[in-house]
């Protein structure tokens, strides 16, 4: 069985940090895109950041300079480093994973696995 586990959400104050993790198990996912999204209230789900099987990036505009993604192949863990946080990123934040595909893709409906999401609370 799959799975992605997200953890390291919490509440801090605008301009603070936080490290996302997402531990996958139950199969490797070295040979695989990843991803993060995010959903706020009342809003629909939005592309943050993903990396490719060979680690390449790309970001929403909304948080390029300031989030960075990451991958530990041998710990099969993704993770997403957030700077400079504003109230505006506050959200519930889901990492993603494509089956068997390495390609760097922003549209939630091409990854395969969800994890259950943290949610991130940047208060102002």
């Known amino acids: 069985q799959v799975q992605l586990v997200e953890s390291g959400g919490g509440l801090v104050q605008a301009g603070g940090s936080l490290r996302l993790s997402c531990a996958a198990s139950?199969?490797?996912?070295?040979?695989?895109?990843m991803g993060w999204f995010r959903q706020a209230p009342g809003k629909e789900r939005e592309f943050v950041a993903a990396?490719?099987?060979?680690?390449?990036?790309v970001y929403a505009d909304s948080v390029k300079g300031r989030f960075t993604i990451s991958r530990d192949n041998a710990k099969n863990t993704l993770y997403l480093q957030m700077n400079s946080l504003k109230p505006e990123d506050t959200a519930v934040y889901y990492c993603?994973?494509?089956?068997?595909?390495?390609?760097?893709?922003?549209?939630?409906?091409?990854?395969?696995?969800w994890g259950q999401g943290t949610p991130v609370t940047v208060s102002s």
């Open positions: 993603a994973a494509r089956r068997s595909r390495g390609t760097i893709v922003r549209t939630a409906g091409e990854y395969d696995y």
């Open positions: 139950g199969r490797t996912f070295s040979n695989s895109a």
């Open positions: 990396i490719s099987s060979g680690g390449s990036t």
